[in-house]
């Protein structure tokens, strides 16, 4: 496998820990209590921890002079692989908990498998991901149920949430031409496979949080491709805004 | 299962690697954290292996320059480097690190089965570190940092954090 394509499963899985990363991040201070604020921003924190052992892997591989901070501030939209569910804005409390939720059930699978990756460095993330990412799931997983078997008005949000990220769902069971790649030569994860189990867990906990399975047929995908929602440049531009202003500024 | 802790270190240098503490957690030192897997003499310089407790923990950084430092401070030269594998537990927080814990108001990891039943606020089983009841209840599943998270006592009203087990 080239060191070219590696690079890029790597961004397929890096970038969607950090844009939700960054997302979490906005809520820094804005929480609609002083623990669901701490909460997020905690996760935000454990989720852009993991992007840097993942781009300082990439800079090693690179071979040219780079470093994680050239990746994560550095890269125009097109280069960004990460999928459209974790760009989508933090529409209101029941919107962050609901993608949140169908994120980590997918990630925590996903690191699962990736543990067994015959890449040693990647299965050194993954393993030391599990561990922050089940517990993401826990917290995610309570808020839905707190929600949806809640009042009225939180019940209505949140099925409202769900059904609104639901058509980003299917676009992490899709496989890129670098991904098939990864899986060919052991070190990627056929998401494919992810899929059935992706969908009994997410069922369970929702049927638990009295909330209705959307029945979407149409899904919407591009962000593995580069080609992302309109949220997503506001996004980058709020990241990337000071290391584009100031170039090579350092804290 | 319990992944034992395998340290190469140099005796001679625990000393100076028993002085840098958590900055986020003062009482405790690196050393009874167990974050250090190696320190090594090579040539003149010192090289230490440290293992983040937390992927994103920023206490890490700056436990990587206060190392430098306090090797500067003895007129040695050390390079610091992190090894991801494998992945910190809070196992091996040392005994003598579990009562620092206590003593500074946060109360040490309970077991992998007693965490989760602490956490999802099934069973009253964290201790007050102010008073010792049993009668706690969880606040929130993240506290302070990422490590911790937020409990109450619910005898003397004390709210205390509870270090999460991490296995």
Known sequence: ?????????????????????????????????????????????????????????????????????????????????????????????????????????????????????????????????????????????DWIKRLGDGTDESREKVQEAVNDLWKFTDELFHMTDDDKIAVESGIGVDVTTLKD??????????????????????????????????????????????????????? | MTIKLEQHIDPQLIPVLEKVHDPEIPVLSIMDMGVVRSAQYHDDVVEVKITPTYSGCPAMDVIGDDIVNAFKAINVKAKVSLVLSPAWTTDWITPKGRQALEKYGVAAPLNEEADKAALLGNKRIVKCTNCGSSNTKLVSQFGSTACKALFQCEDCLEPFDYFKCLK
């Open chain 1, 197 to 251: 189990k992706y969908h009994q867990i997410v069922k369970e906990i929702l049927e638990e949080a009295t909330l209705m399975v959307p029945e979407v047929k149409w899904f919407q995908k591009g962000g593995k491709q580069g080609v992302h929602s309109e949220h997503m440049g506001y996004l980058l531009a709020d990241l990337q805004y000071m290391q584009r202003t100031y170039p090579n500024m350092k804290w």
């Open chain 1, 1 to 141: 496998m080239k060191n070219e394509n590696k690079i890029q499963y790597i961004y397929g899985i890096a970038d969607n820990a950090l844009i939700l990363g960054q997302r979490l991040s906005e809520l820094c201070g804005h929480g609609p209590s002083l623990e669901t604020d701490i909460a997020t921003t905690n996760m935000a924190l454990d989720l852009l921890g993991q992007t840097r052992s993942y781009y300082q892997y990439v800079a090693q591989l690179s071979g040219e002079e780079k470093t994680e901070d050239d990746i994560a501030f550095l890269r125009t939209e097109r280069q960004y692989k990460n999928v459209l569910l974790v760009e989508q804005p933090n529409v209101h409390f029941g919107y962050v908990i609901t993608r949140q939720f169908l994120y980590d059930v997918f990630h925590l699978l996903l690191l699962q498998e990736l543990q067994n990756s015959n890449d040693e460095m990647l299965s050194a993330i993954a393993k030391k991901a599990i561990k922050e990412v089940s517990y993401h799931q826990r917290f995610s997983s």
